[in-house]
C-alpha cells in the first residue's frame, strides 16, 4: 500500500519561502515519477511540480522561477522548496508517485498573506 505524508506547511508573508517534505511508503519511490499538487478553495487540484526517477524536472508557468522540487530516494522523500510566495499560493499542498495514480494522503496547508 502506497502512502503519502506531507508537511511543512505554514502562514507565510507574501515574498517568504517555505520546504514542503513529503514521506511515501511503499516500494514504488525509486522507480516513480513523484509530483507536487495543490489544490486552492474552490478549485480543482492541480500540479505544481514533477521530478522523474533519474531526476528530470518540470514546473507549470505559474511556479517556474520559484518552485524546486527534489527528492532523496534513500529516504523516500520529495521535497519543494518555495520561494518569492505569493497570495495565489495559498492552498493545500499534496503529493503523489506516477501523475497522481495512488490514493491522496491529508496534504499540508500554505497560506501566503500578511
Known amino acids: 500500500q502506497v502512502q503519502f505524508v506531507e508537511s511543512g506547511g505554514d502562514l507565510v508573508q507574501p515574498g517568504g519561502s517555505l520546504r514542503l517534505s513529503c514521506a511515501a511508503s511503499g516500494r514504488i519511490f525509486s522507480t516513480s515519477t513523484m509530483g507536487w499538487y495543490r489544490q486552492a478553495p474552490g478549485k480543482q487540484r492541480e500540479w505544481v511540480a514533477r521530478?522523474?526517477?533519474?531526476?528530470?524536472?518540470a514546473y507549470p508557468d505559474s511556479v517556474k522561477g520559484r518552485f524546486t522540487i527534489s527528492r532523496n530516494n534513500a529516504e523516500n522523500t520529495v521535497y519543494l522548496q518555495m520561494n518569492s510566495l505569493k497570495p495565489e499560493d495559498t492552498a493545500v499542498y499534496y503529493c503523489n508517485a506516477n501523475y497522481g495514480l495512488y490514493r491522496w494522503g491529508k496534504g499540508t496547508l500554505v497560506t501566503v498573506s500578511s
Open positions: 521530478i522523474t526517477s533519474d531526476g528530470n524536472k
